[in-house]
């Protein structure tokens, strides 16, 4: 997917990783969750020269230690008790094109020793193997955390950390990219309508200052996921502000954040429930689907209010 940008918010960050993309170096994106990291890592490798080759991701936040070393490696068959067959392994994988590490923040120490020694000699050796193998591999890493603090607090490996950030590369929160919002829901309205098989909808003037107007705290996703959401539940030719979740979960937090303490959980559900109602006009299928619970949940609910001591389905989904 093409990074999608207008704004002044993200053209120099761009304009850093056109030139990056045409040399060798490995990179570091840094930003909140959500920002589009890995969309950037591939608009690189698109722009590079190993575009023709193929482009591996791989979150190391998503395996244990063990595993994710399996998954990155490979290993023999026998190496441990589920090795049933040989497995080539991600690093094989991508010879040639690019590895993305997303969340290398969460890597385990023994994995960033092992990690460290490829990086330095593209050599690597299978779980259980004793041949050394070696891949030409150009790694993107990504993280949401402080990586250069972490390797001065001997949290991350302070070697492996210069080795991975040869160029850094920060991308901002969309809520300081303005200019983005817009275009980029626009993108996204129209590629997921292709996805859905349906006519693109407009967005109505008070939709897009309700876009504009929201902090978007997680950021280009949460963007995607609301769009996504206020396409399923709604099927006309536009989309208006009170179509678009957003503005639901928006009402709620405001309640949240305007009250002098913590409200009863029972409470803050009744105000989520009252809320998506409203957006929804009462449609309870609709309302529990953007809530996420069943219908019989919702149903439920408004025939006997949960009380403090209580807990269901709906409960346990927040």
């Known amino acids: 997917m093409t990074f999608i940008q207008t704004g002044s918010g993200i053209a120099g960050v761009l304009a850093k990783a056109d030139k990056a993309a045409r040399s060798t ?9 959500g920002t589009g990291k890995e969309m950037l890592a591939r608009h690189i490798h ?29 290993h023999v068959r026998g190496a441990f008790t589920s090795a049933l067959r040989a497995h080539d392994g991600l690093v ?5 094109g690019t590895l993305f590490l997303d969340e290398i923040g969460e890597l385990a120490p023994a994995l960033q020793a092992k990690l460290l020694r490829f990086v330095e000699t593209a050599e690597f050796r299978k779980i259980g193997a004793t041949a050394v193998e070696r891949a030409d591999v150009r790694i993107i890493s990504a993280t949401h955390r402080d990586l250069k603090r972490m390797a001065q607090q001997r949290r991350f490996r302070e070697d492996l950390y210069f080795r991975l ?21 626009k993108h996204f309205i129209a590629a997921l309508a292709v996805q859905e098989n349906r006519a693109a909808p407009q967005l109505t003037a008070d939709a ?11 950021n280009i996703r949460e963007l995607q996921n609301t769009l996504h959401q206020a396409l399923i539940l709604h099927d006309g030719a536009t989309l208006t502000a009170a179509q678009i979740t957003t503005v639901a979960a928006d009402a709620v937090l405001a309640t949240l ?14 105000a ?7 957006w929804c006009h009462g449609n309870i299928p609709r309302a529990a689907a953007l809530l996420e619970v069943s219908p019989s ?13 209580q807990t269901t389905e709906f409960e346990d989904s927040f």
């Open 257 to 270: 954040r305007a009250a002098a303490r913590p409200q009863p959980l029972w409470l803050v559900q009744e």
């Open 208 to 218: 897009e200052a309700a876009l504009l107007a929201h902090d978007w705290p997680g």
């Open 272 to 278: 989520a429930i009252d809320a998506a109602l409203q």
């Open 297 to 309: 949940t919702l149903y439920r609910r408004r025939v006997a209010p949960l009380q403090t001591t």
């Open 92 to 96: 094989r994988a991508a010879d040639g």
């Open 25 to 33: 170096a490995r990179i570091l994106i840094t930003g909140e969750t």
């Open 165 to 185: 950030a040869v160029l850094t590369l920060a991308l901002p929160p969309l809520r300081a990219r303005q200019d983005d919002i817009l275009p980029l829901a």
């Open 46 to 74: 698109a722009a590079g020269a190993r575009a023709h080759k193929p482009f591996i991701a791989v979150n190391c936040a998503s395996l244990s230690a063990e595993l994710l070393e399996s998954e990155l490696f490979g």
